[in-house]
């Protein structure tokens, strides 16, 4: 697990990506892989985040980058669909 905070998403995911790229060489030179179909980037923020490009090895395994979740977004819109019922 990786984590950073700020106010400056460009910082933040390039501080994020280099210690993917990190992690990825570790494990790459002790013969460990990454589950990356399961491997998401969750993102906490009030505002709609737009994808920010993290990978792993520069790709996941169907050659996209990391998915995004940005989590207080997406629980919001739960939350307002559910008393809109």
Not at 8 to 14: G, H, Q, R, S, V
Not at 40 to 53: E, K, L, M, Y
Request: with cysteine; net charge positive; proline share 1%.
């Amino acid at each position: 697990m990786t984590a950073k905070s700020g106010k400056n998403l460009d910082t933040i995911t390039k501080s994020v990506q280099e210690n993917l790229n990190k992690i990825a060489d570790w494990c790459n030179l002790w013969g460990f892989k990454i589950s990356l179909n399961k491997t998401v980037a969750v993102i906490f923020s009030q505002r709609r985040i737009p994808d920010i490009g993290l990978s792993i090895d520069n790709k996941n395994s169907s050659g996209d980058e990391i998915a995004n979740v940005n989590f207080f977004y997406n629980i919001a819109h739960v939350e307002a669909s559910a008393y809109a019922h």
